[in-house]
């Protein structure tokens, strides 16, 4: 029953905390209340292994080990200073921070970790106000399916391997990986790692892997090397947005005005027999830019850079297939 | 998690959390650890029972209760709680980078301090697995308008807003008082009354052209209520529509972008969503620039608009002179 279990489980803890001497699995059974309802041996072990792992997986430190050379069997104790949380003693502006910091997560894997982070704060005496008054409320996301499965394997250190849609040219191909680390960056999850296949290390957005991240092998085995900062390595590997291009555009006489209030007016002309206006504007992030454009429709038309007004091309044609049309 | 998996760490929890602070009201405590009162009363009950080997009187933990309040009155050896796991560290942590690499969102100062103090605290401090750059792209125009605005809400002036609006593609004129400034998504916002709308609006700061801090004081009127950002910051409009898209794998951050409600994962990591919009134009507008990473299936109207719209600047274009 769950109940018992977790009083079982608390009572072991604070026996295993006031113990210097190791208790051996026998003497745990005999002291701790509520193994003695295991009927015979091997119901008893069951239940402490399993309640061992129980208490490993939360961070609790049993200490294996025999207090007398003559012992023959091993023991289990808690160290203090392994189990006990540090002081931490925080300011009001920097336990605001940390409130402000629990409730960054929209995410089933960070949100609760956020917030068992929380309860030992406050446990260890830190007030945490539920209600900060600050501005700013930032949230980050982790929808993509393939997050659970990388967070995993990068904090138990496993090799994993996943199909991966490359755009140009297009094709999907098995990549091998050691992951480092995930990593948020403008909106998207990427994922850096020592790529085995091209023996180099990689970025990889989470949103083109294709299907299901498998593991590879046994687990503690990705060696990241120390001075790696993983949001550098993303941002270097992103192209660049520091390029300022300059584009000509034709836009109808009082229209689009979300592109006029970027860009200066050059001249007068008249396409297609609709009077217009001809722009120069300066196009940080050319990427998005042909989106940007395209979405005005016919307000708007690239002049000039030729490579632009054929990107913006080929997005209306894409609208024309995705409405459903043959072009 | 489910409820079992919570209540052992919230148990190890509550006697540090309870000594350090004796006479806490019960509901504050349950408040704190966000579970009923009645969950709570249940748990310092197990507690009650718990103790060290002997488990006579003097072994178990003590709790005295007064009234609605709760003191411990014997710990049983349990003072101080358990250290964070790497993945409760790593969680907090690398929260708080992303914070402190984020302007005017907390004092950076305050972060970096915080994050030393848990860093010491934890222990062994080991390279989290996880990163998190919360910036976004920003014009150095858009950093002129923080400037600005930042400044009419530090010191309560009312500003003149030259505003564009995507929904209708205008640039207007308003007067706004302004209440706070908001990073959501990382994105920016000023959330102020507007004089304009006559009710609480939120401008993104790159949709800014021109701000200028008036001498008069902000007066937003008593019935001016902050927007409540826990549900996402617009919340669903019984007067919006739904279109039905099929995402390609690339145009998959739509749905962590845009208000969207169902997602039905397809083959080939495509996804078909349920996506509310106000707006007819603003949404023709966004598929357009999507082109052939979404496919619309409905409604008939904007299937139909974008066509028409995608092929009309196709012909349009194709009375340039060729080059």
């Known amino acids: ?327 | 998690m489910n409820a079992s998996a919570d209540r052992l760490p919230r148990l190890l929890a509550l006697v540090p959390y309870l000594l350090a602070r004796p006479g806490i009201p019960i509901e504050e405590a349950a408040a704190d650890f966000e579970v009923t009162p009645r969950q709570l009363r249940k748990d310092l009950e197990l507690l009650w029972m718990c103790g060290l080997p002997g488990y006579g009187p003097g072994d178990l933990i003590d709790l005295s209760f007064e009234g609605d309040t709760v003191t411990v009155t014997f710990d049983a050896g349990m003072s101080r709680p358990l250290r964070l796991t790497a993945a409760e560290a790593t969680a907090l942590l690398v929260a708080l980078r992303a914070l402190a690499e984020t302007p005017g969102v907390v004092d950076k100062d305050a972060v970096q301090r915080a994050v030393a103090k848990i860093e010491a605290a934890v222990g062994q401090a080991q390279p989290a697995g996880v990163a998190v750059g919360l910036a976004m792209r920003e014009a150095p125009e858009t950093a002129v308008v923080r400037d600005a605005v930042s400044d009419g809400v530090r010191r309560g002036r009312a500003l003149r807003l030259h505003y564009y609006t995507p929904s209708r593609d205008e640039v207007t004129d308003r007067v706004v008082d302004p209440m706070r400034m908001l990073l959501v998504e990382g994105r920016s916002y000023l959330e102020a009354w507007c004089r304009l709308a006559d009710d609480v609006r939120l401008f993104r700061l790159d949709r800014i052209d021109g701000v200028q801090v008036l001498d008069e004081p902000a007066a937003p009127p008593p019935h001016a209520t902050p927007t409540d950002t826990s549900e996402g910051l617009f919340r669903p409009d019984p007067s919006q529509r739904t279109a039905v898209l099929v995402l390609e794998p690339d145009a998959r951050w739509v749905a962590e972008y845009y208000p969207v409600d169902g997602l039905t994962e397809l083959e080939e990591g495509r996804a078909r969503v349920l996506m509310r919009y106000a707006d007819t134009a603003w949404m023709v507008r966004l598929l357009l620039g999507l082109g052939g990473e979404v496919h619309v299936e409905q409604p008939a109207d904007l299937v139909e608009e974008v066509a028409r719209q995608a092929d009309a600047a196709l012909r349009r274009a194709d009375h340039l002179p060729a080059t």
């Open chain 1, 1 to 327: 029953m769950a109940i018992a279990r977790a009083e079982r489980l608390v009572n072991l803890v604070l026996c295993l905390l006031s113990t210097r001497q190791y208790l051996t699995a026998e003497r745990i059974r005999a002291i701790v209340p509520g193994y003695s309802d295991a009927a015979t041996d091997e119901a008893f072990f069951r239940m402490f292994e399993r309640d061992k792992t129980e208490l490993r997986d939360l961070g609790v430190p049993l200490e294996i080990g025999r207090s007398a050379e003559f012992d023959n069997t091993d023991g289990y104790r808690i160290a203090r200073r392994d189990y006990e949380l540090g002081d931490v003693d925080l300011e009001p502006d920097e336990a605001a921070a940390v409130a402000l910091a629990a409730r960054l997560w929209d995410s089933p894997q960070l949100t609760g970790a956020a917030h068992g982070a929380l309860i030992k704060l406050r446990a260890a005496g830190v007030d945490v106000d539920h209600e900060v008054h600050t501005a700013v409320e930032p949230k980050v996301r982790t929808t993509e399916p393939a997050f659970p499965p990388l967070l995993a394997a990068v904090q138990e250190g496993r090799v994993v391997e996943f199909d991966y849609r490359k755009l140009t040219p297009v094709e999907v191909r098995t990549r091998t990986v050691e992951p480092w680390g995930v990593v948020a960056w403008r909106g998207r999850w990427y994922l850096v790692g020592h790529d085995r296949d091209r023996r180099a290390p990689r970025c990889f957005r989470l949103s083109r892997i294709v299907g299901d991240v498998r593991t590879v092998g046994k687990p503690g085995v990705v060696d990241r090397p120390d001075d790696v900062d993983l949001l550098s390595f993303v941002k270097r590997s992103e192209p660049s947005t520091q390029a300022v291009a300059t584009a000509k555009l034709w836009v109808a006489r009082d229209r689009a005005q979300g592109v006029r209030r970027r860009a200066r007016v050059v001249g007068e002309r008249e396409l297609d027999g609709v009077a217009g206006d001809v722009l120069e504007i300066d196009l940080r992030f050319p990427d998005s830019a042909a989106a940007w454009i395209a979405g005005f429709g016919a307000d708007v038309v690239v002049l000039e850079p030729e490579v632009l007004a054929k990107t913006v091309r080929e997005k209306l044609v894409g609208a024309l297939r995705g409405a459903g049309v043959r072009a």
